[in-house]
Each structure stands twice: as C-alpha cells, then as structure tokens.
C-alpha cells in the first residue's frame, strides 16, 4: 500500500520528527472508497480545528490537495493522514520556523464481520479510564496510549469493541468509535468537553438525526444511565454504525432508531 | 551528530512506526560526558519499569550495549533513547509479533546559562494542567503534548522553566524539570502516583540526602505550600539542580540545603 511524506511517495520520517519525539501532531482515518476520500469535509474541519488549537502551522489547502491525489492512487482501501511539528532540536519549545510534515499511509479497508453490523456486537469493559484533558480533549491528536492500553486489555474476538470511561465513571467512548444511546424515542451521546473524540461519524450523525426531528442531546453520561438506555450503538467513519448488545450482564435489543440510521449510512457512506 | 535505529547508524523510521501513530513507547534524555552515560543504573531502572507497565517486550541488555556504543562515539552530550512498539497495521491492538525499535540521537549538551546554576531561575505559571492518570503517571514515555502545550506558554528567555500543576491545582514538576521543596530543614517532592515524569534525578537526590540524614517526604503538595517554602529547585538529569528565585509575586532566597545539593551532584555529575 502507498504511504506519502509531503506530498511524494516514502516510507520513512526523520527520528528527529516532533511527532515521534512528543506525539506533537493529528491524525485523521479516512475511508477511501472509488478513488474518493468520504466524509471528506468533517475530516478537513476536525484536523482544522486541532491545528488551531495545537497551532500547528499547517497548509490545509495542500493537505487536501495531497488527501485526494492520494485517495485517487489508493482506490480502496483508508487513508490515513498525519500532521506533524516536524523536526525539532531537543526540548519540549517548537523552533519558530517549524515546518508541519504531512503523512499519508494507506491500508486495506478494515475486515469486520458483517455480524458486528446485522447482528451487533459485545463490548468489552475496560478499566483504563480515560484521563480529564479539556485542552486535548475532542480532538485526534497522536498522544494514543490510553487507546492502546484499553485496546491490550482483552483479545477475545467475541468483544468488537471496549466501552472507556471517565476518571468520575461516565461512559465516554469506545476505543476506536463514539457511543450513542437512544432513551424514549431520543438519541444521546456523552460530552467530550473532558477527554474523547469527536469523530466525524458522531458529528454527521448528530446532525442528520436532528434534521429527521430526532432530538439529539450532547452531555454528561453516568454508566447507570446506559444500562438503562432503549437502544445503544457505536459508530465510526470507517464501519459507519454497530449495535451494542451485551454490556457484562446487560443486555439490549437492536431497536428501530438504531436500524433507521444504519439504513441511512449505509447507503450514505458505500455511494 | 548520530542517530541510530536497531543498533545501525539511520536518520529515519517507517511512517508505519506506533511510537509515530500513538506515542506507543518510552524515551530517556541522557546525559553523556567522556563517551559514558550518566546516571545509567538510574534510566535503565526508569526503562525497565516503562517498558513493563506498557508491556513493551524489549530486549534491554542489547539496549544498555548499543546505548553505552551510542554514547563512546558520541563523546559529549545529550544521547535520546526511545523505544518504540515497532511497526504495525492499523489499529490500537498491538501486533503478537511486535518488533521493538531501538531508537538513539545524538544532540550537543544544552547551553543553559550559567546564571541558572548560580543565581537561581525565575519560573513560569503555566496554565496547561496535567491530566491524572495513574497508569502513565512516573513514566516518561512519548506521548508528551501536555508538555508541548505548557512550554508553548511563553518565549521570554527571563523564564527558565515553567510550574505544571494538576487538574487539582496541586503543584507536580517544571516542564522538563522535577520539583522540589525545602521546609524546616525537610526536603519535600510532589508524588508522582497520578501524573508527571519520575526523574532520574530525582531518585538520585532522594536517596543521597536521606543518606545525608536530611529529611525527605513524597506526597501532594498544595500550591500554597509551595508559597511558603523556605528554598525551591528543580533537578533533571542534564542540568543537575537549579534554584527557583521567583514565581509571580513570589520570591525565595537560595538556600543552604540546596547549594549543599548543588555542590555534590556538580561533582557526581562532572566526574
């Protein structure tokens, strides 16, 4: 598969690079389907917003420009793209005139069983908690560990994703997806005002949801409150929307609201 | 100056690397004088217990041989160690094969002021807080935006290191620094159970003044305590010990235990 720095084909990044020294950079995992990036402009105001509030100094007109030229090479498959300090002298104060390295990486397109999207799936209860950071919080920024010491806490297949919560308990997340309940016809997800990210999914989702006058509401979730929920599903920008069925001793059925967006998305996102 | 990757001289690294995509891995600043590594027992102990509590299978003695090669060629200055969990697909879960990397680059010996060492330092208030997460806490491993952030606070040279508090308000270390107090003859360092780095120099201080018969306590430490501490410093590795002379509208004198401090690790460090 290709993998791009700067806009030309490579497979290397200097050691020196502030985005392996300190995970100084963003990233955004983008479905790439027919040559063409989707979701292509809720990525491009995700990865704006992180460089405005990592001040990163990054072209996003060429970032773009280099995305679909890179889409259009990879075919099918996600890109995945990076923006780095780049390269640094030691120590933690970026040099003035750092200049922000672009990544691209592609991949085949992820294998998930299609039972994870008709039948739904278990979800794993991790017990790494999700640190409270409300200056990184939301957005996808290459400081990971907490994902990869969640995600290294269980390997049995029969878990597709693992529920994270809060240093308080609230339930914020999964590892790699966001977390929708659906109580009395509403559809709500936890605040990521605190730690989380706010995926392109989530944000798609919430807007479409609201414009078929489903209330949608955005805030602090206690774990009692998903036990408790009609409906529970996650969603990303790469598998689009998964029932969640099993919870430890709880379970839910998949309900209408869940399957009405599934339909939605589905056709969304494979056109 | 050099850099290695897996013990061979190299200036890159695949774009595919985790410690790029996640921060998935460790780092160690180390101090080199005469071709040797100083405090190595000490950042080798602070590796080894990094790499367990992320699980990174590391073969450590081939680490501390090619380290202590990295470091006769080097001569003088400042050698980076990394390791990182290698190469993988994409996705939190880590491969069963992983492939740790070794990673060293070389750096001259930073050109801090002598008026550091001598007069004492001014610090800055940050406002970054640190994130409390007992599972990376102590650990100095690569996902280090926080650090970024606060150190981004300010680019008057009149300000030596900055003051990182938690999401409490209790005071934890400097930027690239830890901290401590001097109370009744008493030396006194924030606990580092639920965020900040465990510095080697640090340990190094605790347990030689202990062995001086000077008191020494490891617990939270209110910002007010910090106020009304009878001397402040800050250690790391590289520089030794610097007083801290002023914070806001505070000031403290430097005071006999710290140039006591001063005196013998200028020596050890030196030797």
């Given at each position: 598969m290709p993998a791009w720095v700067d806009g030309r084909p490579a497979e290397a990044l200097s050691v020196r690079d502030r985005g392996l020294a300190y995970g100084d950079g963003l990233f955004e995992t983008i479905a790439v389907r027919a040559g063409r990036p989707r979701l292509l402009a809720r990525h491009l105001a995700r990865l704006e917003e992180g460089t405005r509030r990592l001040r990163l100094p990054a072209p996003l007109d060429l970032v773009e420009q280099e995305l679909l030229a890179f889409a259009a090479q990879l075919g099918e498959g996600v890109a995945k793209l990076m923006l780095t300090r780049g390269e640094g002298l030691r120590g933690y104060a970026a040099p003035a005139d750092a200049q922000v390295r672009r990544i691209l990486v592609g991949s085949p397109a992820p294998a998930y069983p299609a039972a994870n999207f008709d039948e739904g799936i278990a979800l794993f209860p991790c017990a790494t908690r999700l640190a409270e950071q409300p200056l990184l919080a939301g957005l996808k920024h290459l400081n990971r560990l907490e994902q990869v010491l969640a995600r290294s806490e269980?390997?049995?297949?029969?878990?597709?994703e693992g529920l994270m919560r809060d240093q308080g308990g609230r339930v914020v997340e999964g590892v790699f997806s966001n977390l929708f309940l659906v109580r009395g016809g509403e559809l709500l997800t936890p605040a990521l005002s605190r730690c989380g990210v706010a995926g392109v999914m989530r944000a798609e989702l919430l807007e479409w949801a609201a414009g078929q006058g489903i209330a949608t509401m955005i805030r602090d979730v206690a774990y009692d409150e998903l036990l408790h929920a009609d409906e529970v599903f996650l969603c990303n920008s790469l598998y689009g929307i998964w029932p969640v069925r099993r919870l430890e001793a709880h379970a839910w059925p998949v309900g209408a609201i869940t399957r009405k967006l599934q339909a939605h998305f589905r056709e969304r996102l494979d056109s």
């Open positions: 269980w390997s049995d297949p029969a878990f597709a």
